[in-house]
């Protein structure tokens, strides 16, 4: 545990598999090169590679937007075309949305919760694996059309025709039917966004389901409940949001699916079905997903202010509290979506109140990380000033989104810039605004080494100028008419000067980005070298090396107070009674068991990749062939048994593995 007590137990050498019984061929133990990151079972390596995909989607997402500013900063624009820029907007909004912010979260999901709980992994760590490698199937099944385009495009010039005839989909990351029918979008583009997120959605059910039960039964002994950090807690709860909202969302993709394809009228008019169905089964689903997105970095802001504030989170039940009543709540107000679709004046009423009422917990939280604030020791690195800027630009989306819950206001505002303006400030200027908090407060930790503290700041301040000269003038231009997903607009109508200034702010908050990642690029290689707690933490991930050994604890822990860490640098001599203890329990139950590496969750996923592109594109064999492999890499999991290896420490806390049939 503490440094002072027991020295950093790191795996000294790697010693070869032998072959396990009954398996159709052993399984890897290689800890480094492709084949071990392909087949790593450990919750470090997992997080590590979802940061990796979706900080990846994240910069395809932004250059999306840059394309739809660049389309947007002069009036009677031709940059782009208006079916190029109908793809640009669906594919921004679901890039950022399901393959840039949730996986993200993700990531840190998996590199933080069992290290706030003294567990050594997930409870699950080969699903853990799966769930990772399913979410990159999906990343690709709805990203196939831009490499596809690309390709046509390329063959076009060179004079050999369309050789895939394959777009990105045109219909909003919403998929309002009946854009979604046959009539209006023939090709497979939509079909591909339909079975892409199916595929999301299986990576974020499996995944939910593993931290739950990883929270709920892996905490280390006297971590209660109401001892566990924040960002757990938030993790908790959006694992519960996302394992009730997703159903929704895939009854209704299925209903897509049938409705193309089987000549169903889920949505078709013209056989006696309700377009607005969809917008309620989508909804009920899109509006928790709000809080799946935000919950988590509020989190990250709960454990990064006392940190830099030198003080304990002031209110920390209530914070909790409202963390949890926020999730409940969340699911009752999916109808402010739809205030102008004709609900009639009891639904609106309801809905306008619930949407009300869920300001209040909100703010609760707010008034919390204040007075977590007041009278602190505040120390301002780039952690801190990330997570200032969080509160400050969510208050803002806040503002907007009481306003949203008058149904006569919304009725102004409704599909107009006001609107993104509104979500823009919640998402980029909440949950980026917190995310990037956390990659620079935990970056450390997990790779060693402190990120340039000057170019942090640099790049914070590019980041906040350039959003809010971005963002905050769609305020205006949707007040003064301007409609959302609108391709060009004429000069005469009043919005030119502010979409320019809109545009050359988006070119600044792109700089940001840019420099904000090249200093995390820079760092991992050149930085200094962090200690075990370089901020003074307070939960228990910064009592142990960093990066972190594969077993994470030399011991496991126990708690004693809600701010595990500070307790235990105050109580030291009572700490390595705990720490002797379990080792010694450890050691005579043969050491500290840790899971093997295993192919079967990559070819199971491989899988779904295959079966998906296959039913998309009509094409029974590929489709077929995935299938195959869903089922064979699940069987050959499932008669793969718990396998695994010990590892060994001596009396300092040095370890050694010992591999072999257990």
């Known amino acids: 545990m503490a440094e002072a007590l027991v020295k950093p137990a790191l795996l000294t050498h790697e010693v070869p598999a032998a072959a396990k019984p009954g398996l159709l061929f052993p399984r890897p133990t290689t800890k480094t090169g492709l084949v071990g990151w392909l087949t790593t079972v450990d919750h470090k390596k997992i997080g590590i590679l979802y940061a990796a995909f979706a900080i990846c989607f994240f910069l395809i997402g932004g250059l999306e937007a840059l394309g739809i500013r660049t389309q947007l900063i002069v009036p009677n624009n031709h940059f782009i075309t208006p079916e190029f820029y109908d793809q640009l907007f669906t594919m921004h909004g679901t890039t950022m949305i399901f393959l840039a912010v949730m996986p993200l979260n993700a990531a840190f999901f998996n590199l933080l919760i069992p290290l706030q709980i003294g567990a050594r992994d997930v409870a699950f760590p080969r699903l853990n694996a799966f769930s990772l490698w399913v979410f990159v199937a999906g990343a690709i099944i709805l990203n196939i059309g831009w490499v596809t385009g690309a390709i046509d495009a390329i063959a076009a010039r060179t004079g050999h025709g369309l050789l895939f005839n394959i777009h990105e989909p045109d219909i909003g990351w919403f ?27 299986v990576s974020s059910i499996v995944a939910s389901l593993n931290f739950i039960v990883t929270i709920i039964n892996l905490r280390a002994p006297g971590l209660t409940m109401m001892r566990l950090p924040v960002f757990t807690w938030m993790s908790l709860v959006t694992s519960f949001l996302l394992v009730l909202a997703m159903p929704a969302i895939a009854i209704a993709l299925v209903e897509v699916i049938f409705d193309r394809h089987f000549g169903t009228h889920f949505f078709e008019v013209s056989g006696g079905g309700q377009p607005i169905l ?50 409940f709540i969340g699911f009752g107000v999916w109808s ?54 969080f509160i400050w630009m969510f208050m803002i989306g806040g503002f907007s989104g009481i306003m949203h819950a008058a149904a006569p206001a919304d009725a102004e505002q409704h599909d107009s810039y ?40 640099l790049s914070f301040w590019l980041i906040f100028i350039g959003f809010n000269v971005t963002f905050f003038p769609m305020h205006f231009l949707g007040l003064n008419g301007m409609p959302r997903r609108t391709w060009t607009y004429d000069s005469n109508m009043g919005w030119n000067d502010l979409n320019l200034l809109c545009t050359l702010g988006a070119y600044l908050l792109g700089l940001g980005i840019l420099v904000y990642f090249a200093n995390i690029v820079w760092s991992y ?9 370089p901020w003074d933490g307070r939960t228990l991930e910064w009592s142990i090396p960093s990066p972190p050994p594969e077993h994470n604890f030399a011991a496991i822990p126990v ?22 203890a379990t080792i010694k329990a450890e050691s005579s139950h043969g050491g500290i068991h840790m899971p093997d590496q295993s192919w079967f969750p990559f070819i199971a996923a491989l899988g779904m990749l295959l079966g998906g592109l ?30 695994g290896y010990h590892i060994h420490l001596d009396k300092d806390g040095n370890a050694t593995e010992d591999h072999g049939s257990h």
Do not use: C
């Open 175 to 201: 998929g309002y039917s009946p854009l979604t029918s046959k009539i209006f979008t023939p090709g497979i583009s939509t079909d591909l966004w339909t079975l892409g997120l199916q595929v999301l959605g």
């Open 278 to 327: 969809w917008q309620h089964l989508f909804w009920v689903f899109g509006h928790p997903e709000v809080y799946i997105l935000i919950l988590p970095p509020m989190g990250y802001v709960s454990e990064i202010l006392p940190t830099f504030s030198r003080k304990p989170l002031f209110g920390y039940p209530v914070v909790v509290f409202s963390g949890v009543t926020i999730g």
């Open 336 to 389: 402010h979506h739809m205030f102008t679709t004709g609900l009639g004046a009891v639904a609106t009423a309801a809905f306008s109140l619930a949407t009300m009422a869920i300001a209040v917990p909100t703010g609760v939280k707010i008034f919390n990380w204040i007075g977590t604030l007041w009278g602190g020791r505040l120390v301002m690195r780039t952690p801190m000033l990330f997570a200032l800027g």
């Open 418 to 457: 006001f609107v993104i303006a509104h979500f823009h400030y919640v998402l980029i200027g909440g949950a980026t605004f917190g995310l990037l908090a956390a990659i620079t407060f935990w970056f450390p930790k997990f790779f060693g080494r402190m990120i340039n503290d000057k170019i942090g700041k």
């Open 525 to 533: 290689f050149n930085g200094e070298k962090a200690g075990n707690d």
């Open 559 to 580: 708690v004693h107070d809600r701010d595990a860490w500070w307790y235990e640098k105050t109580h030291r001599e009572e700490t390595a009674r705990d720490v002797a």
């Open 614 to 643: 296959g039913f998309a594109t009509y094409h029974l064999p590929v489709a077929l062939v995935g299938l195959a492999l869903v089922m064979f890499g699940s069987y050959l999991w499932a008669l793969e048994g718990p396998g």
